[in-house]
């Protein structure tokens, strides 16, 4: 066989019959040129695949975009939590500002019993409310955009509120105002 044939062999060794690869082996045992080709070859293809190790893996990308849309998720629930908390802050402090007005000449010891009276009737009611609200909001579809349900939940929040005011209010004093 000529010498030629062997040097093409060196580059398809794993297409090779072993019959093939004896006669391949034996030749670059003999030849110089052919052994020096082989070793060449042999440090060249360990490179290619270790090449296509670092190549990016299947659905690499794919995840990538995924992980990128589960991130920008993650700070607009943060972000949510956050406007919700200075909601709730807001309200509480009008909430307090409101009673503040409202308690101005009344002695304190007063003022603290009357507190945990309304708070016991807030939730009393409050657990009335959720009760009745919990299969409403179980039955609204999950794709009510963020925006809506944050007016929706802010808006509700001060009509509560109010709501409590006017009943205890007018559970106190009576309907007819001094
Ligand atoms: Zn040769």
Same mark, same amino acid.
């Given at each position: 066989m000529?010498?030629?044939q062997?040097?093409?062999?060196?580059?398809?060794? $794993?297409d090779?019959?072993?019959?093939?690869?004896?006669?391949?082996?034996?030749h670059?045992?003999?030849?110089?040129?052919?052994?020096?080709?082989?070793?060449?070859?042999?440090?060249?293809?360990?490179?290619?695949?270790?090449l296509?190790?670092?190549?990016p893996?299947?659905?690499?990308?794919?995840?990538?975009?995924t992980?990128?849309?589960e991130r920008?998720?993650?700070?607009q629930?943060? $972000?949510?939590?956050?406007?919700?908390?200075?909601?709730?802050?807001?309200?509480?402090?009008?909430?307090?500002?409101l009673?503040?007005?409202?308690? &101005?000449?009344t002695?304190?010891?007063?003022?603290?019993?009357?507190l945990?009276?309304?708070?016991?009737?807030?939730?009393?009611?409050? $657990?009335?409310?959720?009760?009745?609200?919990i299969?409403?909001?179980?039955?609204?579809p999950v794709?009510v955009?963020?925006l809506?349900?944050?007016?929706?939940?802010s808006g509700?929040?001060?009509l509560?509120?109010?709501?409590?005011?006017?009943?205890?209010?007018?559970s106190t004093?009576?309907?007819?105002? &001094?």
């Open positions: 000529n010498h030629q062997f040097e093409s062999w060196i580059f398809e060794q $794993n090779l019959s072993s019959e093939e690869k004896n006669a391949l082996e034996n670059i045992r003999q030849c110089s040129t052919c052994n020096d080709l082989n070793n060449k070859w042999q440090v060249i293809d360990q490179h290619l695949h270790s296509s190790d670092l190549s893996a299947v659905g690499f990308t794919q995840r990538w975009k992980d990128l849309a920008k998720q993650q700070a629930r943060k $972000n949510t939590v956050k406007i919700l908390f200075i909601l709730l802050m807001v309200a509480i402090i009008l909430f307090f500002s009673l503040f007005i409202y308690y &101005k000449n002695s304190p010891i007063e003022i603290v019993s009357n945990i009276q309304m708070f016991l009737q807030i939730s009393i009611r409050l $657990n009335i409310i959720k009760q009745s609200l299969p409403l909001f179980n039955s609204l794709f955009p963020l809506g349900w944050l007016l929706l939940s509700f929040f001060l509560v509120i109010s709501w409590l005011l006017l009943i205890w209010r007018v004093q009576g309907v007819f105002l &001094k």
